[in-house]
């Protein structure tokens, strides 16, 4: 089983669609949780963290669920440039080091 | 500010020789992770450096080795490359005591 999993998609939705992504992850132990975004052949650019308590950033709201173990991410009102695969993203720091664990990554296409 | 900067931008090699890439992080970051990235897929963690040293490894062969230097930098050396190390090799810098990596562009490798 992989570490953090997610659905790969593809999710194409209409522009001023709400779409919402959810990830799961095996580590219970995991301590701080993101979503990266990555367009297509460039870098991961952070997203958001993912807090216990919900967090928002205009259009996008991301939650955590420790006892489920799984993490989504919604998106309001799509845009066309919203359009990017989404990398959910777990780090565990039982052993002290800052290395992140990816997902496979959502590709989420907004069509006009 | 400059973001993280990695060199070159591509390179092609053949079976069997090695490679080194180059990372410059952040002004002020300390710390230095690698990741491979294949097609389809999300990163890998390969190593993370701090103050120079080596504070973890993933799950990669010996072929695989990478140090800091002085100034921060770094560099990932690959040998007797093979055609499965063909991917997207990002470089992520971070400063102490914070959570957020910040990825370079990548070097995007393809073994021949």
């Known amino acids: 089983r992989k570490e953090v999993e997610q659905d790969p998609g593809p999710f194409n939705v209409p522009e001023g669609a709400t779409v919402a992504f959810n990830c799961t992850y095996s580590?219970?132990?995991?301590?701080?949780f993101f979503w990266y975004r990555q367009d297509c052949r460039k870098e991961p650019k952070l997203l958001m963290s993912v807090y216990s308590s919900g967090n928002e950033d205009g259009r996008f709201t991301a939650q955590l669920n420790r006892a489920s173990q799984y993490i989504s991410l919604l998106i309001r009102d799509s845009k066309l440039s919203d359009s990017a695969t989404y990398l959910c993203v777990v780090n565990n720091w039982g052993t002290g080091r800052r290395a992140l664990t990816f997902g496979s990554g959502t590709r989420l296409q907004v069509q006009p | 500010d400059a973001g993280v900067t990695q060199s070159p931008t591509h390179l092609i090699k053949t079976r069997g020789q090695h490679v080194t890439l180059r990372c410059s992080p952040i002004s002020g970051h300390k710390s230095v992770s690698w990741y491979q990235q294949v097609l389809g897929q999300g990163p890998q963690f390969i190593f993370q450096?701090?103050?120079?040293?080596?504070?973890g490894r993933g799950n990669f062969p010996d072929r695989f080795s990478a140090r800091q230097f002085p100034n921060y930098s770094s560099e990932l050396n690959v040998n007797a490359l093979l055609l499965g190390d063909s991917a997207l090799y990002l470089c992520?810098?971070?400063?102490?005591?914070?959570?957020?990596?910040?990825f370079g562009p990548g070097t995007r490798l393809l073994v021949l």
């Open positions: 580590n219970s132990a995991s301590q701080s």
């Open positions: 450096y701090y103050e120079k040293e080596e504070r």
């Open positions: 992520a810098s971070s400063s102490q005591g914070q959570e957020t990596q910040y």
